[in-house]
């Protein structure tokens, strides 16, 4: 492994003292990073240091396939652990797919991440990881995947690791809080997936996992993760930023990126973008009604949101964003799962690079039926989320002309179709992904949330061996 190799450290390295927590100092490579997914020390992997792209590469990406822009940004990170034939295989079997750019009005796009198998944006992440965790995983052993859903993340998983030999996926969901067509997506993946239906928050489901990955006694199972606390995710999230930004600009111009955030896995490839080269202006996160991030640029305060909040962007529902740890760490700061702050970030510079808004749902309502009727363009919630987040930065902090402005659809709406016809009177047509989805058939386990049970489940039902 060369010594240029990037190396990979916790966010938790530096805190001593704390109860619970035996800080991780060491750093490791790419593969050990994706195949532990959460640092022992329960902190999330960074890299320590981060490749930069030239903006001609990136422009040279103007009319090119996706996948060029996958290999490009992966092998960045990667070129010193996987060799280039492999690397391309991988990112042209993980994207065969439409990435489709919308026009909305003037230099406002849409970038619609809702053509993949599960009709997700967690599809561009999700099919990458499952090809690199199977090009990395040791033979003879088994993996075994947890992953917490809020509602989108855990089906695109599901879909993208079913049937990858030696590596087996247990799926967590809270019961009350995903719609109807993302519970039937879950329940009924099937072969080497086992949806959990937990009595409980997203939080909950987060904190079990994370308990899970932190318990001596489940070592020997080699876990891990495929949310976006596994760096796994957020390298695969970088890459559609610059892919889009290549397709629009012009003269190397800076963009506007509005993100519909959650975790802030999404959000945060954007900043390893930007921190790549892509000239990014303003990074927007508008969130829903759990408002933790937007309440902290204001205040400089951090206060979780506990329990989160259920609202209509339901993939949105967070108090407390597992990759603000690494928004923090970017910035300077540390702050742990429990959302205890030990060392605050430069809040300055982040509201410099950062603007974030709480939507609530009434104003989701309304931006869905304002987009359809003035521009004949069919939003669903946390697309519609982003909306509204540009354009109350632009209502706030625009500075007049028609720059360049990206804003993510990160869901198709017929995963959605209740509320869109309520609100519009229409029914969404399903993409391909999801046409055969009222056919299929299974049942999600339920589980109350305590750990207790939970792990006794994982020891009765993981496997050690492929």
């Known amino acids: 492994m060369s010594s240029a190799t990037i190396r990979y450290y916790s966010t938790n390295r530096e805190l001593d003292g704390i109860p619970g927590i035996t800080p991780f100092r060491g750093q490791v490579a790419f593969r050990e990073a994706l195949l532990m997914g959460q640092a022992p020390d329960e902190g999330l992997f960074m890299p320590a240091?981060?490749?930069?792209?030239?903006?001609?590469?990136?422009?040279?990406?103007?009319?090119?396939?996706?996948?060029?822009a996958a290999f490009l940004v992966a092998e960045a990170f990667l070129k010193d652990e996987i060799g280039r034939d492999d690397l391309k295989r991988l990112v042209e079997d993980a994207y065969s797919f439409g990435v489709p750019l919308e026009r909305v009005t003037g230099r406002k796009y849409?970038?619609?991440?809702?053509?993949?198998?599960?009709?997700?944006?967690?599809?561009?992440?999700?099919?990458?990881?499952?090809?690199?965790?199977?090009h990395f995983r040791e033979a003879g052993s088994r993996l075994n995947v947890l992953v917490a859903t809020s509602g989108d993340t855990g089906s695109a998983v599901g879909e993208a690791f079913k049937g990858v030999p030696g590596i087996d996926v247990t799926i967590l969901y809270p019961r009350a809080e995903v719609s109807g067509r993302q519970k039937r997506q879950l329940d009924t993946i099937g072969a080497n997936v086992q949806a959990l239906s937990i009595d409980g928050k997203f939080d909950d489901c987060q904190t079990l996992v994370k308990q899970a990955f932190a318990d001596p006694d489940l070592a020997a199972f080699h876990l891990t993760s495929a949310n976006s606390i596994n760096f796994g995710r957020i390298l695969p999230q970088i890459v559609y930023y610059i892919w889009s930004y290549a397709q629009l600009a012009e003269d190397g111009e800076a963009v506007v990126v509005s993100v519909p955030s959650g975790n802030f896995g999404d959000a945060l490839g954007c900043e390893y973008a930007r921190r790549m080269g892509l000239p990014v202006a303003t990074l927007v996160m508008p969130t829903n009604e759990n408002d933790e991030f937007p309440n902290f640029l204001a205040t400089g305060v951090y206060e979780k949101v506990q329990p989160s909040r259920a609202c209509l962007s339901n993939a949105m529902n967070v108090g407390h964003p597992s990759n603000l740890a690494r928004f923090f760490d970017l910035y300077g700061g540390t702050v742990d799962r429990n959302g205890r702050v030990h060392r605050p970030p430069d809040v300055a510079e982040m509201r410099r690079r950062i603007f974030s808004v709480s939507v609530s749902d009434d104003e989701t309502r309304r931006t869905i039926r304002r987009v359809y009727d003035r521009y004949g363009i069919l939003l669903e919630p946390h697309g519609a989320v982003g909306?509204?987040?540009?354009?109350?930065?632009?209502?706030?902090?625009?500075?007049?002309?028609?720059?360049?402005?990206?804003?993510?659809?990160?869901?198709?709406?017929?995963?959605?179709p209740e509320e869109i016809r309520a609100l519009l009177g229409i029914d969404p047509v399903p993409p391909a992904g999801m046409r055969d989805l009222d056919q299929r058939t299974g049942e999600a386990l339920p589980l109350p949330a305590d750990y207790r049970i939970f792990r006794q489940y994982l020891l009765d039902r993981l496997k050690r061996e492929a």
């Open 49 to 68: 240091a981060i490749p930069t792209l030239a903006l001609a590469d990136i422009l040279a990406l103007k009319g090119r396939p996706y996948p060029e």
């Open 110 to 134: 849409l970038l619609r991440l809702d053509q993949g198998p599960t009709a997700s944006f967690k599809d561009f992440a999700a099919r990458l990881m499952a090809r690199l965790m199977g």
């Open 387 to 416: 909306w509204r987040g540009l354009e109350r930065f632009v209502e706030q902090r625009g500075e007049g002309g028609d720059p360049l402005c990206l804003v993510l659809e990160t869901a198709h709406p017929a995963k959605f």
